[in-house]
């Protein structure tokens, strides 16, 4: 497959995760490696257990069968999270009315162990600077999240997410509710991300167009996994061509 | 004032009221942000069967109130997350227990007498020496462990699930908050009484929220109405011969209303 994926690291091993909701079988036998500088789609119709499984990944759910294992570490034995960069789905359900600034909301982003406090703080400075900097939202660090536009919203938790500098960045459908204009941007910011600061993202779409432009990964998710793999050979594969014919549903009826 | 300043009780009443009014504020715009509001409410009513206990077996009340309102919050909690119970369903659940169960120690005890009726609506200025110590301690003890876990409380009151997946014990914080709650529910009844306590925690709080556009301003301006009001309210009540408890709840609620009506004619512009 991949050459240099082969020699890259692995950073993320799913091992065989299955994941139920009561009787609902979400996840069933999910594997499937990431390596440093991966950029992944992960796509799959609605329902398909795309958040469960970037949930079980961050530990935030609790697999029913087998593991995961994150830069060489079980989840149970894991603590270098600030690592680790989150955007959740739905991350703009803001209480319009809680009083906290632009820069205080990416400042969560850079919790961490004690560091000594002054050179933390002219650092944590720098750090959300750069990462207002790469969402274009400088000139709004001490409005209100709540006066923000949703898309705005969007954008200053995606750059909660990137002011450590995570290794690894998940963002779970962060373009909802973005402009096609800053939807362009906001994607060329991540293949910049990608190549220029090595990080590896997992990216959760709906958006085939991106996956073709930016992407060298594709995860195709309905409770199993459908492919895995190469972007190119993807757009070669049986999954690519279904899902260009007929819609998402027809690869949701492999229920 | 300073013919004030010279009588012990006030000296005595002051401290304590300045200390208990910033551990207020501060739990206070956690607890408004997390829609947690009405659990000082709930807790008041379960420090009142700590009271009656103490009163019942001739312990000094602070001390069962403590424990058995700490006891209650770690319960609340925990029942809260086993049975899926909503927060405020589980507080309702808790906080008539525990009035039923006072009402059952005070009439074991036969003390429906002075001493329950300080409780019941605060006597700041009759606080002991003793009392003194033990309520700044802890006060302060609420405040620093809120100062020390700033961001992370901000964090997960704004937004559990990424504080979670940031590595944040979020549960255990939880845990936290509750107890620092019980404890400071027992303070602030010294202040203004087990009727007014909750007061205490979501006046200044709500004030606060009113007219703060970030979140270090939001508790700045809280902690400021707080012990203004209870500055305030301290003063008048001597000045003008009235209870302090009702004094300094209604300059807090004086103050709210003055910030909403700013805020209202900000946002009109
Ligand atoms: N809290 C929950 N309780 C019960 N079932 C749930 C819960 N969350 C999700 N599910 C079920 O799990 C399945 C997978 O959900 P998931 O959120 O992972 O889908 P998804 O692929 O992210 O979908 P979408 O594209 O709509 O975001 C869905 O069928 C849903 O009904
Ligand atoms: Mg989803």
């Known amino acids: 497959m991949d050459?240099?994926?082969q020699k890259n690291k692995i950073l993320i091993r799913v091992e065989d995760v299955s994941f139920h909701y009561g009787h609902q079988t979400v996840l069933s036998h999910v594997s499937l490696d990431m390596h440093t500088g991966d950029f992944l789609a992960v796509i799959g119709p609605n329902g398909s257990g795309k958040t469960?499984?970037?949930k079980i990944i961050l530990g935030l759910l609790e697999p029913d069968q087998g593991r995961v294992?994150?830069?060489?570490?079980s989840l149970g034995g894991f603590s270098e999270w600030s690592k680790l960069g989150y955007v959740p789905q739905n991350a703009t359900h803001v209480d319009p009315f809680f009083p906290v600034s632009v820069k205080e909301v990416v400042d969560m982003g850079l919790i961490k162990e004690a560091r000594s406090k002054q050179a933390g703080k002219e650092k944590g400075m720098e750090a959300i600077s750069w990462a207002l900097k790469q969402v274009d939202m400088e000139d709004q660090q001490n409005h209100r999240i709540g006066n923000l536009s949703g898309g705005q919203q969007q954008r200053v938790f995606i750059a909660r997410a990137i002011v450590n500098k995570p290794v690894i960045l998940f963002l779970d459908e962060p373009t909802t509710g973005v402009?096609?204009?800053?939807?362009?941007?906001?994607?060329?910011?991540?293949?910049?991300?990608?190549k220029k600061e090595k990080m590896t993202i997992v990216l959760v779409t709906h958006d085939i167009g991106i996956v073709n432009k930016h992407v060298n990964r594709v995860a195709c998710l309905n409770q199993k996994l459908?492919?895995?793999?190469?972007?190119d050979e993807f757009c070669r594969s049986e999954a690519f061509k279904s899902m260009l014919e007929g819609g998402h549903h027809l690869v949701s009826h492999r229920h | 004032m300073e013919a004030f300043l010279g009588y012990g009780f006030l000296q005595r009443a002051l401290l304590a009221g300045i200390f208990i009014a910033v551990a207020c504020a501060l739990l206070g715009v956690f607890l408004i942000l997390r829609r947690d509001a009405m659990i000082g409410h709930g807790m008041a009513h379960v420090t009142f069967a700590g009271i009656a206990l103490g009163l019942l077996l001739s312990v000094v009340p602070l001390y069962t109130a403590l424990a058995v309102t700490v006891v209650s919050v770690v319960g609340i909690i925990k029942i809260k997350k086993k049975a899926g119970l909503y927060g405020d369903t589980a507080i309702a659940i808790f906080s008539s227990a525990g009035f039923a169960l006072g009402i059952l120690f005070v009439s074991l005890g036969r003390s429906f007498n002075v001493?329950?009726?300080?409780?019941?609506?605060?006597?700041?200025?009759?606080?002991?020496?003793?009392?003194?110590?033990?309520s700044v301690f802890l006060a302060l003890v609420v405040i620093f462990v809120i100062v020390l876990n700033y961001k992370k409380l901000l964090f997960m009151t704004f937004d559990s699930e990424s504080a979670k997946a940031a590595g944040i014990k979020v549960n255990r914080l939880d845990m936290l908050v509750g107890i620092l709650t019980a404890v400071t529910v027992v303070l602030g009844m010294k202040v203004v009484g087990i009727l007014l306590v909750s007061a205490m925690i979501v006046l200044p709080a709500a004030a606060g929220l009113q007219l703060a556009g970030n979140f270090k301003r939001a508790i700045l301006l809280s902690v400021a109405v707080s012990?203004?009001?209870?500055?305030?309210?301290?003063?008048?009540?001597?000045?003008?011969?009235?209870?302090?408890?009702?004094?300094?709840?209604?300059?807090?609620?004086i103050i709210f209303l003055l910030f909403f009506l700013i805020k209202l004619r900000r946002d009109r512009k």
């Open chain 1, 226 to 231: 459908i492919y895995h793999g190469d972007h």
């Open chain 1, 179 to 194: 402009d096609a204009e800053t939807q362009d941007r906001f994607y060329e910011m991540l293949g910049v991300l990608n």
């Open chain 2, 115 to 134: 001493d329950l009726f300080s409780y019941l609506f605060g006597d700041i200025l009759a606080i002991g020496n003793e009392e003194v110590w033990l």
């Open chain 1, 52 to 54: 469960t499984l970037i």
């Open chain 2, 227 to 253: 012990v203004v009001s209870v500055l305030g309210g301290l003063v008048c009540s001597l000045c003008l011969d009235l209870p302090a408890s009702g004094t300094i709840v209604f300059a807090a609620f």
């Open chain 1, 69 to 73: 294992k994150i830069l060489g570490r």
């Open chain 1, 3 to 5: 050459s240099t994926a």
